[in-house]
């Protein structure tokens, strides 16, 4: 839509750059769709593959260097195709905002099982080295700035929590599926 947007404001002729970039981005969105089409059952380190595979280059062209430190994680049995997308359209919006407004030139992508108030799960962490960042609460978020508000309705949708902590060294950003989810969730979330 932004694409269409800048050519329907004949902005396209004054930044073609610009469009360059969203169409590139939306390309990164089909095939992050199709990715979670062909989601590998309950395995979310083969999904995290996937994301790692989309966008790595693109991070890399932007002067990001991408860490991967992956630990063996249990299987999450509700993981399905929507679910998965949820995964993944959360994390593409986190290192998409990292990108863009952090200054990072660095990004650690990390697994591991965790439980959260007694609940098994497992945690993603994702953490850079740019300028530290405290999200408004949800509440206080402004009407044009919806990611964040996304983030945060994906992840109830998935039944887990999210958040992120601002460190010495950047920011952290962690999501925390549940093993088992409670009855109810898997609704749809913002698109």
């Known amino acids: 839509m932004s694409a269409l947007r800048l050519v329907e404001h004949g902005q396209a002729r004054n930044q073609p750059a610009n469009v360059a970039q969203v169409l590139k981005e939306c390309i990164d969105d089909l095939k992050i769709a199709i990715d979670s089409l062909e989601c590998a059952g309950a395995d979310l380190l083969a999904l995290l593959g996937a994301l790692r595979y989309r966008l790595g280059r693109r991070l890399g062209q932007a002067g990001i260097a991408l860490h991967w430190r992956m630990s063996d994680v249990p299987p999450l049995p509700w993981l399905d195709a929507q679910s998965a997308l949820h995964v993944l359209r959360i994390l593409q919006e986190v290192l998409t905002n990292i990108a863009k407004h952090s200054g990072a030139t660095e990004i650690t992508v ?13 945690q993603v962490r994702v953490h850079d080295d740019g300028r530290p960042c405290t999200p ?3 509440d206080v978020l402004s009407p044009g700035r919806r990611g964040l508000g996304n ?6 949708a998935l039944g887990a929590r999210c ?7 950047g920011t952290v950003f962690t999501l925390w599926p549940p093993l088992r989810r409670a009855p109810g969730h898997g609704t749809p979330a913002a698109a």
């Open 110 to 122: 990390s697994t591991a099982e965790a439980a959260h108030g007694g609940a098994p799960g497992v």
């Open 136 to 138: 408004p609460a949800p």
């Open 151 to 156: 983030v945060r309705s994906r992840a109830r």
């Open 163 to 169: 958040g992120w902590v601002p460190d010495g060294h």
